[in-house]
């Protein structure tokens, strides 16, 4: 399978802050790959390099082959960017958005005129494609963001945070675009914030903390590295905490390395199944009630905290970096 | 696939003709664009025209009895006024041009343009031929006001439409000094405050309003230097006669220096953007 976008050794610096640090990456031509991180990772400042909005301090990022510096320009001709923020004009229609956006990538007049119908149709605009983008929603500005990047059907196709900001019912219509869209085999390399977004829409996840890609895979083989699965077990009485975690802890079950909330105890499971019948046992031997016990396997949230100290956010809260231990998640 | 995506496929790049045929055509995409927003902005187009209007109307009536005196003879103060508030009007919708793009540059519009494969010198020569057919409407407007009060073009028609082109080419020459501004300035705010900073005493320090001579030696010496004070005279000498060449060609002196100075800047820190 040919590469679609590739980074070697990539570095960008903001006056002190590094925000890309010897970044590594590699797109295959017809995937999708998952930029996960938190607010500053670099994961903006990745995707401008690659969309040649940015020059890279040292290292080189390539698309099809083009470097993105020394080939920007026909590097413009194959990609498509939709930003954090729609980068729509407010003032005109979304029709005239789109049209104009259709003539500067040298559309004749009436393909332009044509190619915007298509997409306020396929858009679920076709209403709204004369009143001005003034009045839009957050999800239509959204969509017509997107329709822009794809008048000319690109080759890999850039979407920073895509649905971030918007409400889940525009969020779901944003999704069910970007698989459509990856049906008709086009290449994406998407960012986002929201572990459920990667876990979705994604076949491989890079997941970047402070400039630096710290691991690379797809969703399950990322919940596999943290190891075993977990036990849940939520308390009739939160005073039982402490006996609970002892009798846990005799079922076979380890130390937890994050606190839940005080009804609540989560530990690692080495023997999956077996520690679950195990800490069961234990429990109902110490005559402590329990009103849920269920064994999960590791989140992306999981992956995240092992590999960074700190969650993710997880649908609209803001990531917790750093979050003291004893926090509830 | 389209026909731009097979050609990047192709390889070669485009023969020099149809690259500057399709600056061309970039640029007239994006000055149609820009024109739209006046027209969606009617509030903006509106306070923008009444401003010089104001102007015309306050400094000819409050100032014009006190100034009369110290003008040649037989030159009414609104003659006299008019070709200032021209220039004084094109000065200040000049930095306009710094607002307009740093507000595309806020909202990402401008990033959205430098990921398209579109000329880079079409959103600058957008903007300022944008703002350049903005100022043909205004001036031409603000002369209609200034018939409605006695104000004529003394000198003829040629020499008339010679004073229009003076204040337009001072329009389109500043908005080259704003386009800078714009692109390094961040916020639209910023810029329009920048602008009043820098225009507010040149317009001034200038024949724009009353004869140099009346100042105080040190400003006399900088408003007789200053290319809004040539652009005035020039354009004053067009409207109601007297001396044309001399501050003509210190005028166009100064608008090749600028022109010369400042479009390498724009499209220099254009290019270094990011």
């Known amino acids: 399978m040919s590469i679609a976008a590739r980074t070697e050794g990539l570095v960008r610096r903001f006056d002190e802050t590094v925000a890309l640090d010897r970044v590594d990456l590699e797109v295959a031509e017809g995937s999708v790959l998952g930029l996960l991180g938190p607010n500053g990772a670099g994961k903006t400042t990745l995707v401008r390099v690659l969309a040649t909005l940015l020059r890279p301090d040292a290292g080189r990022a390539e698309v099809f082959g083009l470097d993105v510096v020394s080939e920007a320009p026909k590097v413009r001709e194959v990609i498509g960017l939709t930003g954090q923020f729609a980068a729509v004009d407010e003032l005109l229609t979304g029709r005239e958005n789109l049209r104009l956006f259709g003539r500067l990538f040298h559309l004749p007049r009436r393909a332009a005129a044509a190619r915007a119908d298509e997409l306020l149709e396929r858009f679920d605009l076709a209403d709204a494609g004369d009143r001005t983008v003034k009045t839009y929603s957050g999800g239509m500005r959204r969509r017509l963001d997107l329709a822009s990047s794809l008048i000319t059907r690109p080759r890999i196709l850039f979407l920073d945070e895509p649905t971030t900001g918007l409400d889940p019912r525009s969020r779901v219509a944003i999704w069910g675009i970007v698989r459509e869209l990856v049906r008709e085999g086009m290449t994406l390399l998407l960012t986002t914030q929201y572990l459920e977004e990667a876990d979705q829409l994604t076949d491989r996840i890079a997941v970047i903390d402070q400039g630096r890609v710290i691991a690379e895979g797809t969703g399950d083989e990322l919940k596999d590295s943290v190891g075993a699965s977990m036990v849940q077990v939520r308390l009739e009485r939160v005073a039982d905490r402490e006996r609970a975690r002892s009798a846990l802890l005799i079922g076979g079950c380890e130390e937890p390395d994050h606190a839940d909330q005080a009804g609540e105890l989560t530990m690692a499971a080495p023997d999956g199944v077996r520690t679950v019948a195990a800490a069961a046992r234990a429990l109902d031997d110490a005559g402590i009630g329990v009103s849920d016990l269920s064994l999960r396997r590791p989140t992306l949230d999981d992956v995240f905290l092992e590999l960074t100290g700190a969650h993710v956010e997880v649908d609209g809260h803001r990531p917790e970096v750093d979050a003291p231990v004893g926090e509830p998640a | ?274």
């Open chain 2, 1 to 274: 696939m389209s026909a731009s995506t097979a050609a990047a496929e192709a390889g070669p790049a485009l023969p020099a003709t149809t690259r500057v045929w399709r600056a061309v055509e970039d640029s007239l995409v994006v000055t149609g664009r820009n024109l739209r927003h006046f027209v969606r902005q009617p509030q903006l187009l509106i306070f923008s025209t009444i401003q010089p209007i104001m102007f015309v109307l306050l400094f000819a009536f409050v100032f014009g009895g006190a100034i009369e005196g110290s003008l040649p003879p037989g030159v009414t103060y609104v003659d006299y006024l008019l070709p200032g508030i021209f220039i004084q009007a094109a000065a200040f919708r000049s930095t306009q041009t710094a607002v307009g793009l740093a507000e595309d540059l806020d909202r990402g519009v401008i990033d959205r343009f430098r990921s398209m494969p579109i000329a880079r010198s079409a959103v600058l020569v957008g903007r300022t031929a944008a703002d350049l057919l903005r100022n043909v409407f205004v001036t031409l407007l603000m002369a209609a006001v200034g018939y409605l009060i006695g104000f004529r073009f003394r000198a003829g028609p040629f020499d008339a439409v010679g004073a229009i082109l003076v204040v337009l080419a001072f329009g389109f020459v500043l908005s080259w000094i704003f386009t800078f501004v714009g692109l390094t300035v961040r916020g639209a705010e910023a810029a329009q405050s920048a602008g009043f900073v820098a225009i507010f005493p040149l317009v001034f320090a200038s024949s724009v309003f009353v004869p140099v001579r009346t100042m105080p030696a040190g400003l006399e010496w900088f408003a007789g230097v200053s290319p809004v004070t040539a652009s005035v005279d020039a354009a004053r000498a067009l409207s109601i006669g007297g001396e044309v060449w001399d501050p003509l060609v210190q005028a166009l002196a100064w608008f090749s220096a600028i022109l010369l100075v400042f479009v390498p800047l724009c499209v220099w820190r254009y290019r270094r953007m990011g």
